[in-house]
């Protein structure tokens, strides 16, 4: 997580004072759990406690102060984070998923309606054969043959339309679960269908109240 401090409006926390720069300062917290102050080259300097640093670890009750008299609360500046890119880079999986489920659900239903549909039109052609060895010429297995030829397109088709009414059934099931999750981490609002590339390059949450920040670069 990393809080960024400046006078410019892209700032997390944006200190707007005649000695702070732009792009003034940021604070990166650490793997274990303790934060680092780091100077970015800013005119008037960085201060911890007094002392000038380019990179410092920060102490609770540290004084932070920016040129020589804007001061900063620690508890204000970690108010101030907005920096959701691990929560975000979470949900690259469950976009995938989402995509990859539906390319399956929606061809793997369409194999099942084409072999419920095209089986029975088979059948009766070998059944056909096999009466025409058993009849020879029999008018009852005559009749049988073709009532068994006349069905059987009808069971397929109905066996085919009920396969393929699962699909939306299925696909609503995926829809569902995938508005709960592919939502932004901060103010859990629905990403929408919109690709996590897509949005990764957005740098942040569309919604403009939000603007949760989720990409650095
Ligand atoms: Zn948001």
Redesign the pocket.
Known sequence: MKITIGKAADNDFVADHAEVSRHHACLVREDDGGYTLEDLGSTNGTFVNDVQIVRKRIAAGDRIRLGDSYEIKLKDLLNAANDYSEEFAALKPIYDNYIREKIRIQSSNQFKTRLFQALPFAIPGIIGVLIGFAGKGSATWFAVSLLITVCAPIIGIYFGAKQSAKIPEQLQELTNRFKIDYV?P??G?FLGEIPWESLKRKKQ?P?PT?R?RWSAE
């Open positions: 932004c901060k103010c609002t949450c919604m939000c949760a």
